[in-house]
């Protein structure tokens, strides 16, 4: 079994208030949530209205297979992020025993 991680880090310019990036935010989760089937949550940066930081993992019985996906999810990001910036974002897959 293999498990893939993606942590994507993003600058949201527009947003004045923490409503502000919630209405940002959960939109992004949702659609990958429903396009992937993968886990997606905002791992880090909740107090902070501008940044967000976004983690989404899936299981694979391949890690190649793990790789593709969390790609697919980063290229969707970049489609539907709309205004925000990505400042970072990092792929990791480990084998669970």
């Known amino acids: 079994m293999h498990i893939g991680v993606l942590k ?3 600058r949201l310019h ?3 208030s923490l409503k502000g990036k919630r209405q940002f935010v959960k939109p ?3 659609r990958v949530q429903n396009k992937f089937n993968v ?3 905002e791992i880090d940066d909740q107090e902070l209205w501008q940044l967000a930081t976004i983690g989404i993992t899936c299981v694979s019985n391949s890690s190649r ?3 593709e996906m969390l790609s697919k ?3 969707f990001i970049h489609i539907v992020r709309g205004d925000a910036e990505i400042l ?3 792929i990791e897959l480990t084998q669970a025993l």
């Open 8 to 10: 994507v880090k993003l």
């Open 14 to 16: 527009a947003s004045h």
């Open 28 to 30: 992004i989760i949702t």
């Open 39 to 41: 886990s997606v949550a």
């Open 65 to 67: 297979h793990a790789n």
């Open 73 to 75: 999810v980063m290229d």
């Open 88 to 90: 970072d974002y990092e």
